[in-house]
């Protein structure tokens, strides 16, 4: 099936501001589904609100736009009640790591089958680019107009210990490792988290003076690098990435399923 079957192209051009990474985002997913040779009947895409929200429109899967923050909690619900399908929950880093971050972790202890994408660009981009859990010390944004005094989370660490039994990281300069990236965290039987580092040039690009989307992107070849690579042991400050978590242990919905049957006598 073409990856242009899986859209909805009557809702096309998207919103996204030019040079958004997001839209590479999309496409890796679309690659990788493509790849699967899934059922789009099959899959069922959440998101809550915010830029990377805007996914769940643009996909000809069953979808539902839900409340900020609380996507994995709906995600939940549906994949409880219909273990069969593939659930997708895109996320951006405050709909995630801020007003979601409970449903996270819990999510991730739960191992529950489902594959949650964030999509960090460090900022609140459709609101007015407030900082965010994600956007890390002495950067500028609207609420943080002198330097942001937060740590940031990290997000591999964070899902690691909560439990997650698939955690990874990429960005969408590598969008072939971003596609193959989603295609084994769908493939994975257990909470998959993948972090993508995406380009916000419009909002912390600009308050931060981190130049245009191209500029951007380049950051994410120079200043990352595989686990365990040469790069990364010459230059042990560059951002990991890759799969750091890859394991497997009783999955949520099947163990429902043994209590169901254990408490019907079965």
Same mark, same amino acid.
Not at 53 to 65: K, N
């Given at each position: 099936?073409?990856?242009?079957?899986?859209?909805?192209?009557?809702?096309?051009?998207?919103?996204?501001?030019?040079?958004?990474?997001?839209?590479?985002?999309?496409?890796?997913?679309?690659?990788?589904?493509?790849?699967?040779?899934?059922?789009?009947?099959?899959?069922?895409?959440?998101?809550?609100?915010?830029?990377?929200?805007?996914?769940?429109?643009?996909?000809?899967?069953?979808? +539902?736009?839900?409340?900020?923050?609380?996507?994995?909690?709906?995600?939940?619900?549906?994949?409880?009640?219909?273990?069969?399908?593939?659930?997708?929950?895109?996320?951006?880093?405050?709909?995630?790591?801020?007003?979601?971050?409970?449903?996270?972790?819990?999510?991730?202890?739960?191992?529950?089958? +489902?594959?949650?994408?964030?999509?960090? @660009?460090?900022?609140?981009? +459709?609101?007015?680019?407030?900082?965010?859990?994600?956007?890390?010390?002495?950067?500028?944004?609207?609420?943080?107009?002198?330097?942001?005094?937060?740590?940031?989370? @990290?997000?591999?660490?964070?899902?690691?210990?909560?439990?997650?039994?698939?955690?990874?990281?990429?960005?969408?300069?590598?969008?072939?490792?971003?596609?193959?990236?989603?295609?084994?965290?769908?493939?994975?039987?257990?909470?998959?988290?993948?972090?993508?580092?995406?380009?916000?040039?419009?909002?912390?690009?600009?308050? @931060?003076?981190?130049?245009?989307?191209?500029? +951007?992107?380049?950051?994410?070849?120079?200043?990352?690098?595989?686990?365990?690579?040469?790069?990364?042991?010459?230059?042990?400050?560059?951002?990991?990435?890759?799969?750091?978590?890859?394991?497997?242990?009783?999955?949520?919905?099947?163990?429902?399923?043994?209590?169901?049957?254990?408490?019907?006598?079965?």
């Amino acid at each position: 099936m073409p990856a242009r079957d899986y859209i909805r192209e009557r809702f096309f051009p998207h919103m996204w501001c030019p040079g958004c990474g997001h839209g590479i985002v999309l496409n890796a997913l679309l690659r990788a589904v493509e790849a699967l040779g899934l059922d789009k009947k099959n899959i069922v895409m959440v998101s809550g609100i915010g830029c990377s929200a805007r996914i769940s429109g643009y996909v000809d899967f069953h979808s +539902m736009h839900t409340l900020h923050g609380r996507a994995l909690a709906f995600a939940t619900g549906i994949k409880i009640s219909k273990p069969s399908l593939n659930v997708i929950v895109p996320m951006g880093d405050g709909d995630a790591m801020a007003i979601g971050g409970n449903h996270f972790i819990h999510a991730a202890r739960r191992n529950i089958e +489902m594959t949650a994408i964030v999509m960090n @660009n460090r900022i609140y981009g +459709m609101t007015g680019g407030q900082s965010s859990p994600l956007s890390g010390y002495g950067t500028m944004g609207t609420t943080a107009p002198y330097g942001n005094i937060d740590h940031g989370f @990290n997000t591999v660490d964070l899902a690691s210990s909560a439990g997650a039994t698939f955690v990874a990281r990429t960005t969408t300069y590598h969008a072939r490792e971003l596609a193959d990236f989603i295609q084994q965290a769908i493939s994975h039987q257990g909470f998959s988290v993948l972090e993508v580092l995406s380009q916000c040039p419009t909002q912390f690009g600009r308050r @931060n003076k981190a130049g245009d989307a191209p500029e +951007m992107l380049e950051s994410y070849r120079t200043g990352t690098a595989r686990i365990d690579s040469k790069k990364k042991r010459e230059n042990p400050d560059l951002i990991e990435r890759g799969i750091f978590v890859q394991k497997e242990l009783p999955e949520y919905c099947r163990e429902y399923e043994r209590i169901i049957s254990k408490a019907r006598g079965e």
